[in-house]
């Protein structure tokens, strides 16, 4: 089996020809919008917009789900609403399909375009103090 995150990322594209599939997810990335244990429905589409949740392959062919913040020349930046930094670009080929719903705790939320918006702020608003925090620190 290849474990490139390219070919483990076209991999389940294939399958998501078919149909959407379940990732179980695990860490504290995406803050409160996903919590541990958690799954995630992934669903084919093709290019990630501002503030939708993705499925992607990092270096490390890691599948790691993170909101989108923008594609500049085919690289897409993603960003876990409970980091401080933006990740890594990512390449359209390490592109797994868009997050439209998860379980948590066996309730069920669907990530539209509701949660595309209200995220995307809520995430903007937490980060905040802790940037403001870490600015201190450094000028202290």
Known sequence: MNTEPAAIAGALRKRLVR????IPVDGSS????????????VI????PRWGEIWAFTNDES??????CRGTVEGMHSFHG????WRDRPVASDRL???VVADVQSGKQTKHGWRS?????????????????LGYLRKTS
Not at 44 to 47: L, Y
Not at 62 to 67: E, F, P
């Open 81 to 84: 609403d409970g980091q401080l």
């Open 30 to 41: 995406m803050g409160h919008t996903i919590r541990p244990p958690a799954k995630v429905r």
């Open 19 to 22: 149909d959407a599939i379940w």
């Open 44 to 47: 084919a589409a093709d290019m």
């Open 96 to 98: 797994i399909g868009r």
């Open 62 to 67: 890691t599948i790691v789900v993170h909101r």
């Open 116 to 132: 595309r918006w209200l995220g995307t702020a809520s995430a903007r608003f937490r980060r905040v103090p802790r940037r403001v």
